[in-house]
């Protein structure tokens, strides 16, 4: 991991079209902004993370299918 300090108002650039700004810095929570093209996905880490294992938890899931339309009807109601 390459780690650079940066002060508010200050950037970095990855590659020729992302840049990386430092707006604000309160206490222990940093602003950033971040310009991308549209094409380039950007997420918080804990998001990802979170997803990802809700994904391998559904994928090791052994639900009939029986209980899927059961689970299905009772969403549909509520």
């Known amino acids: 991991?390459?780690?650079l300090g940066r002060k508010k108002g200050e950037s970095i650039l990855i590659g020729?079209?992302?840049e990386l700004s430092v707006l604000e810095i309160v206490g222990d929570t940093i602003k950033l902004g971040i310009k991308a093209?549209?094409?380039?996905?950007?997420l918080r880490k804990e998001?990802?993370?979170?997803?990802e294992s809700m994904n391998?938890?559904?994928e090791q899931s052994t639900i009939s299918a029986s209980d899927l339309k059961h689970q299905f009807k009772k969403i549909k109601k509520s």
């Open 1 to 3: 991991m390459l780690v």
């Open 16 to 18: 020729n079209n992302i």
């Open 37 to 42: 093209p549209a094409e380039v996905g950007i």
């Open 47 to 51: 998001l990802y993370v979170s997803v």
């Open 56 to 58: 391998l938890t559904a």
